[in-house]
T-cell receptor, first 114, second 113 residues
Framework: AQSVTQPDIHITVSEGASLELRCNYS??????LFWYVQSPGQGLQLLLK??????LVQGIKGFEAEFKRSQSSFNLRKPSVHWSDAAEYFC????????????FGAGTRLTVKP | DSGVTQTPKHLITATGQRVTLRCSPR?????VYWYQQSLDQGLQFLIH???????AKGNILERFSAQQFPDLHSELNLSSLELGDSALYFC????????????FGAGSRLTVL
């Protein structure tokens, strides 16, 4: 079964600085990959997804992620962080055509310093 | 608003009790998924229903059960509650039974005292 690791439990960046959140997955083939964001008291909102094709995917709120098969990674990036980006970010990996087997990482909490 | 509605938002109850959490999926979505989010276990898949039928079970305890009704809303029943059942319970929906984007509700926070 697939698994996903988010190595960073907590990251602090200054507002305006760039951001990269790491995600590594384990899966025998090309998985479906997702990044979700959870603001306090809210559910998870999809930022972006990768199913196939272009390995650099654009998402909402200025986020992007790059699928690197050789590194089994799907890191999330943003060139300039806003205070409103403070939240918990979850990477998820799913088997193609099987949502039941979707696994979520433990999450990375992002703190934005003014 | 994601379109997935969960009630209640907060629930406090005692050990040994039984509660029911309700989920209305996004309009047009046939699949409903239940997840449990706790500090020590993270986000865990519990169960999936598609158009009224159970499709898959994950890490769901025998004390827990769920169903999806003809109008596609779903209920998660938690019985003989223990302190360790305190968690956020999320419902998510998608329009297909297979791989697709999950749309999450805001969750129901259960506190067992």
């Amino acid at each position: 079964a697939q698994s996903v690791t988010q190595p960073d439990i907590h990251i602090t960046v200054s507002e305006g600085a760039s951001l990269e959140l790491r995600c590594n997955y384990s899966y025998g083939a090309t998985p479906y990959l997702f990044w979700y964001v959870q603001s306090p008291g809210q559910g998870l909102q999809l930022l972006l997804k990768y199913f196939s094709g272009d390995t650099l995917v654009q998402g909402i709120k200025g986020f992007e992620a790059e699928f690197k098969r050789s590194q089994s990674s799907f890191n999330l990036r943003k060139p300039s962080v806003h205070w409103s980006d403070a939240a918990e970010y979850f990477c998820a990996v799913g088997a193609p055509n099987n949502n039941n087997d979707m696994r979520f990482g433990a999450g990375t909490r992002l703190t934005v310093k003014p | 608003d994601s379109g997935v509605t969960q009630t209640p938002k907060h629930l406090i109850t005692a050990t040994g009790q039984r509660v029911t959490l309700r989920c209305s999926p996004r309009s047009g979505d046939l699949s409903v998924y239940w997840y449990q989010q706790s500090l020590d276990q993270g986000l865990q898949f519990l169960i999936h229903y598609y158009n009224g039928e159970e499709r898959a079970k994950g890490n769901i305890l025998e004390r827990f059960s769920a169903q999806q009704f003809p109008d596609l809303h779903s209920e998660l029943n938690l019985s003989s509650l223990e302190l360790g059942d305190s968690a956020l319970y999320f419902c998510a929906s998608s329009d297909l039974g297979g791989a697709n984007v999950l749309t999450f509700g805001a969750g129901s926070r259960l506190t067992v005292l």
